[in-house]
């Protein structure tokens, strides 16, 4: 087994399952097909399958105290996406790929100053408010 | 082509002409937008947004525009022959070498085309880094806010469909892609926000998809990478970034009304992203304030020229500087004449030069008169001369003549002096012209230094930013290429990998596509749930019938058709009889025995294992290497005068896997042994709950099967069969919501499986179970 701090970076699959048990809390095999499935077709078998790999590799914890095994994310999600940032693809090129994304908020953090502010911004209206 | 060849083309200099025209030209457009957002500072976001987009894409225009007219215009459109002031001033300039411009605009193509390519790379990676995000770390979003967002885009307008997704990787809200949109949204932040706010910030995105953002976005990258060098492409760039935000927020407000919980929720996304451990420097996270006071309707500060914007304006100013000593050099093309700030700066540099020129075209007169002044003094000097010869001639005749003509002598002589100063004093007016002429000559080359200067100057700042412009392609080529080494490696290492993996593939199924493989597994599937279908049906009967004599002889090594399996060896033999005894259904048992060759049982042995294979498609089976394991288990601790998996408690091991309890009174009088499997361990066939109960009466170590239900009521029968197809008939029982169990009845009848619903502790429930078990086609038998 894997020890527990050198775990491996997931595959692109398993980031997907790791996904799903972060999002949902604690949740049985067929909770993470049904909702795989939904944006993609998966065989159960195959969800099971790469979960039970995922125990062994020690990305999840498996809790057998019940009839249906339980599984969860054995790390949290900050502590994964910190390990992926470190993959030099993302490294090299997020700065390029920021360029590309359209969303609410700007790609670059502010600043904490500017945080400050928009504290205080808001933080007026919430007095308004009541 | 060799790269001399290459920038002697024609094509190499009119890329060079037209990129430096595109220093004036994009100057100019910013300038040109900056006053239009002045102008329009009342006006809606969509429309300074679209201003600036119209700007943007004017600039690959002009430059389209400028390469044409270089390319195909040559001396046709170009500007009359320069005018002869001019040409005195240009060897200053070009150093007396007139192939210079040309060497060096041709040498500007190449740069800034090494400049564009790492630039496009660069938007390539990160490109293929947000498509990744699609489909990386996501999962799906609950059905609910799918069902709210169908509705949102209604209310939009969006008529392609949206995926919304839940992600990992994404720190914010985000949309990828045009044609098949997705939303992404970072993990957490569904449930973390109200709803209302979640509905403002999926309207927000939705009007990104409604506005086609993220192709504008593309376009854009585009051409920031074509004029990468120039600051107000940048500028412009970001104009658009900024007015796109304002404007999805406008339709934010316009749709949801309260602009304030829209602020909060955007407030708190940004909030919920910046503690992250690994954030880097903060860096300046752009207008997120800026938006937040629009949405709250408070006025902007008064705004302090930002070192950005002083920035800016020095850099469109040495634009403008290195634009005018491009127009003026020499033969420019028509584009000096037919625009206007080139022409302007053109017009400044000749007024600076006009006073010498006039100076010397003064002092060429000035030297023309003095030059005939003193041809006309050197005549008067010449007339002078003859008129003293003459005068001494007549003197000597006289003297020859008459010596007493002294008077006229002396006259004479007088007359020669007179001459002579006058000779002298012409002479020195002559002198002093000449020593005139040369102090305005002096003056005058002065002046043409000066003028030089500024024309060197110009040339100055333009070398300057040609050196700025390499050292960035430079230390680009140096940032990156090492990083590009690096993911082209891993890239490659993964394609090696899954070019094994396919060899794998490949020498597992023969040259057999994908699909077909695909497609013959699903085959076989539906082929073996049809078979075990049947196979439940007919052993049912054949257990019915109470037939177990058939049984005990399909055990033995004698076959239906013994001289096959006589011919192909004991080790099919043991495979059927020791290996799967246990495993195999009847119907299995009766198609293998049917087999003729040793090819085709190798196939169905291979197929056995495959159709139990719980990730079919990997070349593992979980399956089989568990049954081995169980079968080596067995052997090691269960024999005594038989082999180990002939023994009961073997079966039990190799059928069901280990127990969760083992009750052990090995010690006691009479041996005894009870094996457990719990309400939680589901197993295959049989169900839940299992006790099976080994006694050792003869003590010799071979503990035998106590078939005894444990029961705490009556049970009805509903059948005896195959451990398989019991399993079956218990499972769709349980299904309808009957309680049923099975139980291996007997210890010498390793298939003998009784299937039993219940227990009911009194009579009505038993009637009332016997009515529905009846109702659903079964017969039960009993109670017991």
Redesign the interface.
Same mark, same amino acid.
């Given at each position: 087994m894997a020890k527990s701090n050198e775990l491996p970076r997931p595959t =692109?699959a398993e980031?997907?399952i790791?996904? @799903?048990l972060? $999002?949902r809390g604690p949740v049985t095999v067929r909770d993470v097909h049904s909702?795989?499935s939904?944006?993609r077709p998966a065989?159960y078998?195959?969800v &099971? *399958?790469l979960m039970q790999i995922m125990t062994d590799k020690g990305l999840v914890k498996r809790d057998e *105290?019940?009839?249906a095994h339980i599984y969860s994310a054995s790390r949290p999600?900050?502590w994964?996406?910190?390990q %992926?940032?470190g993959d030099? &693809?993302?490294r090299?090129?997020? /700065? $390029?790929?920021?360029?590309? &994304? @359209? /969303?609410?908020?700007?790609?670059? *953090?502010?600043?904490?100053a500017?945080?400050a502010? &928009?504290?205080k %911004? @808001?933080g007026e209206?919430?007095e =308004? *408010?009541r | 082509m060799t790269l001399d060849h290459w920038l002697a083309a024609p094509l190499a200099h009119a890329l060079g002409r037209a990129l430096a025209h595109f220093l004036w030209q994009g100057a100019l457009l910013a300038v040109a937008l900056r006053a239009v957002l002045f102008l329009g500072a009342e006006r809606s976001s969509r429309w300074r947004h679209q201003a600036a987009t119209a700007c943007l894409l004017a600039m690959p225009l002009a430059f389209g525009i400028t390469l044409a007219l270089s390319l195909g215009g040559g001396h046709s459109i170009g500007e009359p022959p320069p005018a002869a002031p001019r040409m005195v001033f240009s060897p200053v300039i070009v150093q007396g070498s007139p192939a210079a411009p040309v060497d060096w605009l041709a040498w500007l193509a190449p740069l800034w085309m090494g400049g564009v390519i790492l630039f496009y790379a660069f938007r390539l990676a990160g490109w293929v880094r947000v498509d990744r995000m699609r489909r990386r770390g996501v999962c799906a979003a609950p059905p609910e806010w799918q069902q709210r967002l169908r509705e949102l885009a209604a209310a939009v307008r969006v008529s392609r469909p949206v995926e919304l997704l839940e992600s990992c990787l994404a720190g914010v809200p985000l949309v990828i892609g045009y044609w098949r949109p997705v939303i992404l949204m970072p993990l957490g932040a569904l449930a973390g926000l109200s709803a209302e706010q979640v509905e403002a910030i999926l309207i927000h995105e939705l009007a990104h998809i409604r506005r086609a953002d993220y192709l504008v976005g593309l376009a854009q990258s585009l051409i920031e990478g074509l004029f990468f060098f120039h600051p107000a492409v940048w500028w412009i760039s970001a104009v658009v970034r900024a007015e796109r935000e304002f404007a999805c927020d406008d339709v934010v407000v316009a749709l949801r009304c309260d602009a304030r919980a829209y602020a909060a929720a955007l407030t708190t996304l940004e909030q919920s992203r910046w503690p992250a451990a690994y954030a880097t420097a903060a860096a300046n996270g752009g207008n997120l304030v800026r938006r937040i006071r629009r949405l709250l309707g408070e006025p902007a500060p008064a705004r302090v020229p930002s070192a950005r914007a002083s920035a800016l304006a020095g850099a469109l100013v040495l634009v403008a500087a290195v634009a005018t000593a491009l127009v003026v050099w020499p033969p420019a093309k028509s584009f000096a004449q037919a625009t206007a700030p080139a022409a302007s700066a053109t017009d400044k540099m000749e007024r600076t030069t006009e006073p010498a020129r006039q100076n010397v075209e003064e002092l060429k007169e000035l030297l023309a008169a003095k030059e005939k002044d003193i041809q006309d003094a050197k005549q008067a000097i010449e007339k002078s001369r003859e008129l003293l010869q003459r005068n001494a001639a007549e003197l000597d005749r006289a003297m020859q003549g008459a010596g007493g003509h002294a008077d006229e002598f002396a006259q004479a002589e007088e007359q020669v002096r007179k001459a002579e100063a006058a000779l002298k004093e012409l002479e020195s007016r002559a002198g002093e012209s000449q020593k005139r002429l040369d102090d305005q000559r002096l003056a005058a080359l002065l002046r043409q230094l000066a003028a030089g200067r500024q024309a060197g100057e110009s040339q100055q700042l333009l070398e300057q930013q040609e050196r700025a412009l390499q050292q960035a392609a430079k230390q680009l080529q140096e940032l990156t290429s090492g990083k590009l080494d690096e993911a082209l490696r891993q890239e490659q290492q993964q394609l090696a990998r899954a070019d094994r993996a396919l060899q794998k593939a490949h020498a597992a199924f023969g040259d057999q596509s994908l699909e077909e493989i695909e497609k013959r597994l699903q085959q076989a599937e539906k082929e073996f749930e049809q078979a075990r279908w049947i196979g439940v049906g007919r052993a049912s009967k054949f257990w019915g019938l109470g037939n177990e004599g058939r049984l005990a002889q399909a055990q033995q090594p004698e076959s239906p058709r013994p001289q096959a399996m006589a011919e192909s060896g004991s080790a099919y033999q043991k495979w059927l009889n020791e290996d799967v005894a246990y495993i195999i259904t009847a119907e299995e048992r009766r198609d293998f025995l049917a087999l003729r060759t040793d090819a085709d049982r190798d196939q169905f042995v291979e197929k056995f294992w495959q159709r139990r294979n719980p990730a079919p498609g990997t070349p593992e089976n979980e399956f089989k290497e568990e049954h081995y394991r169980r079968m080596a288990y067995a052997n090691q601790h269960f024999a005594s005068s038989v082999p180990g998996w002939r023994t009961d408690r073997g079966r039990i091991y190799i059928v069901y896997g280990p127990p969760d309890e083992i009750e052990d009174h090995s010690a006691e009088s009479t041996p005894r042994q009870a094996w457990r499997y719990t309400y939680y361990t589901y197993i295959d066939g049989l169900g839940h709950d299992i006790e099976v109960e080994f006694t050792d009466t003869g003590k010799t170590g071979d503990f035998r099967m106590v078939a005894a239900p444990a029961s705490h009521g009556s049970y009805w029968q509903v059948m005896t069969g195959a451990s398989d197809a019991a399993g079956f008939a218990a499972r769709s029982l349980q299904a309808k919501g009957f309680p049923a169990i099975t139980y291996v009845v007997r210890a010498d009848r390793p298939s003998l499986t009784r299937v039993l619903v219940g227990p009911y502790p009194d009579e009505a429930s038993l009637a009332k179970a016997k009515a529905e078990l009846e109702a659903e086609g079964y017969h039960p038998v009993g109670p017991q």
């Open positions: =692109d980031l997907e790791l996904t @799903v972060w $999002s909702i795989i939904r944006r065989h078998t195959t &099971l *399958k *105290k019940q009839r999600r900050e994964t996406q910190r %992926l940032a030099l &693809l993302e090299a090129f997020a /700065g $390029s790929a920021s360029s590309l &994304l @359209v /969303g609410a908020l700007a790609a670059r *953090k502010a600043s904490a500017e945080l502010e &928009l504290r %911004l @808001v209206y919430e =308004d *408010k | -």
